[in-house]
């Protein structure tokens, strides 16, 4: 069974740094693409950055230059680690793992405040 575990929400202050994780289990990992989403209240859920198998990233534009997506092979997880957080970061981060069905995380909340 496929399961990803999303950890490292909370509430910072506009300007402040977060680092979110997804433990990943029940499936090859390391080859797999993992992939960080978010979404904020009342609107859909949206692409934030990914991360492939052979380590080639991706960001949206929103965020390139503040955040950064990594992972540990070894330890079966992805890192976003967000810096200059702004209140429109705010929303539900999800991870996702793409194989032959997507799986995704139950999310963990991101609130920025000014």
């Known amino acids: 069974q496929v399961q990803l575990v999303e950890s490292g929400g909370g509430s910072v202050q506009a300007g402040g740094s977060l680092r979110l994780s997804c433990a990943v289990s029940g499936t090859i990992f390391a080859t797999k693409s993992m992939s960080w989403y978010r979404q904020a209240p009342g609107k859909e859920r949206e692409f934030v950055a990914v991360?492939?198998?052979?380590?080639?990233?991706n960001y949206d534009q929103a965020v390139e230059g503040r955040f950064t997506i990594s992972r540990d092979n070894r330890e079966r997880t992805v890192y976003l680690d967000m810096n200059d957080l702004r209140s429109e970061d705010t929303g539900i981060y999800y991870c996702?793992?793409?194989?032959?069905?997507?799986?995704w995380g139950q999310g963990t909340q991101v609130t920025v405040y000014s």
């Open positions: 991360i492939h198998g052979g380590g080639t990233i």
């Open positions: 996702k793992l793409d194989a032959a069905t997507a799986y």
